[in-house]
């Protein structure tokens, strides 16, 4: 874009790349940041990987993509936080920010005086979401979520920013997306504020792998075509959309023995996995309550009361 444009204290000038590890304001880290600012104006796509850092997958794709993209490719300017949750990333920790234990992405806008994960929030929120016309949250199964993979559009915008939104998804080439409109998340915060945007979930246990970061760079640079940040036509897919998600909890602390797979149809009923204590004795049963498309299964054996053990879309 035709001027400078700046995350904290990080600044590239129009037909520049700027990387570096920026400061968030009262909280004493940095996280990294790649700004590829081309030369003309055009969108201004926020992309944020690892507000869960123990996504591996996607946390690699943005450090290859914000090696990738250049100035010279870019229309208007991509800024890449690659991950936001340096801290969780080093103590390979699921969902949470360990200096206060919460979980990053149900926590925006932030707050400049808030904990730990607030401010991480707040920063983000002004410096990134603000500033973007589209936006794009990465993430995966986490270290104890086998996933399918799948995407997420914002659907809490204006119907313009709705539709928009639901097109970027399109654009991932996956077959479930789903709806969504939480409050707290960072793609809420960016609908309302006027950005179309995409959640792509990929990968997940605690791994990686080159293929799966390929394709997910391939995905991305599609909806980056689609946003008019990268020339050329964006391919859009068949998809299955879907409006609401069932989740299950455990109802006991205990082993978990699923007894599904994600992308698996399940059927109202149809048993899904129990809880059994340290000595094997059957504590609990779960069964599917309407018909359903496999999204996560825990991976873990153990469990704790009230954790998530699985998650299906309705169908
Ligand atoms: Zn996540």
Redesign the pocket.
């Known amino acids: 874009m035709k001027q400078t444009l700046s995350v904290g204290a990080l600044s590239a000038l129009p037909g520049k790349k700027a990387q570096g590890l920026v400061p968030v304001p009262g909280t004493g880290f940095e996280i990294p940041v790649t700004i590829i600012n081309g030369a003309d104006d055009g969108p201004v796509v926020g992309i944020v990987s690892g507000?869960?850092g123990s996504?591996y997958t996607c946390i690699e794709t943005t450090i290859r993509l914000g090696d990738e993209l250049t100035p010279e490719k870019v229309k208007g300017a991509v800024v890449i936080v690659h991950p936001a949750n340096v801290t969780g990333f080093f103590k390979r920790l699921e969902y949470v920010v360990p200096e206060d234990g919460k979980n990053l992405?149900r926590v925006f806008p932030g707050d400049p005086k808030g904990t730990m994960s607030e401010k991480l929030a707040y920063f983000l929120t002004e410096e990134v979401i603000r500033k973007s016309t589209a936006f794009i949250d990465l993430?995966?199964g986490?270290i104890h979520e086998d996933l399918q993979n799948y995407a997420l559009y914002a659907a809490n915008g204006s119907d313009e920013v709705t539709r928009i939104s639901k097109g970027a998804a399109e654009c991932t080439g996956l077959r479930l997306i789903c709806a969504s409109a939480q409050q707290g998340h960072s793609m809420y915060e960016a609908a309302a504020n006027g950005a179309p945007g995409v959640l792509i979930e990929m990968g997940g246990k605690g791994l990686w792998n080159d293929e799966e970061v390929e394709q997910f760079c391939a995905k991305i640079r599609n909806v980056l075509k689609y946003f008019g940040a990268l020339p050329g036509e964006a391919q859009k897919y068949a998809c299955v959309f879907v409006e609401n998600k069932t989740s299950f909890a455990a109802k006991h602390t205990g082993c978990w023995y699923p007894c599904i797979k994600p992308a698996q149809i399940v059927k109202k009923g149809q048993k899904i996995g129990e809880v059994r204590d340290l000595f094997g004795n059957l504590l609990s049963e779960y069964f599917a309550e309407k018909d359903g498309d496999v999204i996560f299964v825990l991976s873990a054996l153990s469990v704790k009361e009230g954790a998530g053990i699985a998650l299906t879309a309705d169908i």
Request: aromatic residues 0%; glycine residues 14%; proline residues 0%.
């Open positions: 507000l869960h996504e992405n993430h995966g986490d």
